[in-house]
């Protein structure tokens, strides 16, 4: 069974940076399987980065995979305030579909 672990949220102001990370547990066939989702309050979750970005976050984010590590990243560059949301990790791989807990991120002067 995959368990994952987001970590690396927090307050930033405008502008600034932060990375996300995501520590698979259990087996997982293939990193490229990992991505990044958002869900801001009163919204839908949606799709950051996995094998396409949003058009919101291109040129500014950038995802990132270690295999031997079963990690994932989410380098976050630029950041504005309509970035807020808690972010979250997916493992999505024929019937297995797994989230993390989630990490909030506040951009916010």
């Known amino acids: 069974q995959v368990q994952l672990v987001e970590s690396g949220g927090g307050l930033v102001q405008p502008g600034g940076s932060l990375r996300l990370s995501c520590a698979a547990s259990?087996?997982?066939?293939?990193?490229?399987?990992m991505g990044w989702y958002r869900q801001a309050p009163g919204k839908q979750r949606e799709l950051v980065a996995a094998a396409n970005y949003a058009d919101s976050v291109k040129g500014r984010f950038t995802i990132s995979r270690d295999n031997a590590n079963k990690t994932v990243y989410l380098q976050m560059n630029n950041l504005k305030p309509e970035d807020t949301a808690v972010y979250y990790c997916?493992?999505?791989?024929?019937?297995?579909?797994?989230w993390g807990q989630g990490t909030q991120v506040t951009v916010s002067s």
């Open positions: 259990g087996t997982i066939f293939s990193i490229y399987a």
């Open positions: 997916n493992y999505r791989w024929g019937n297995f579909d797994t």
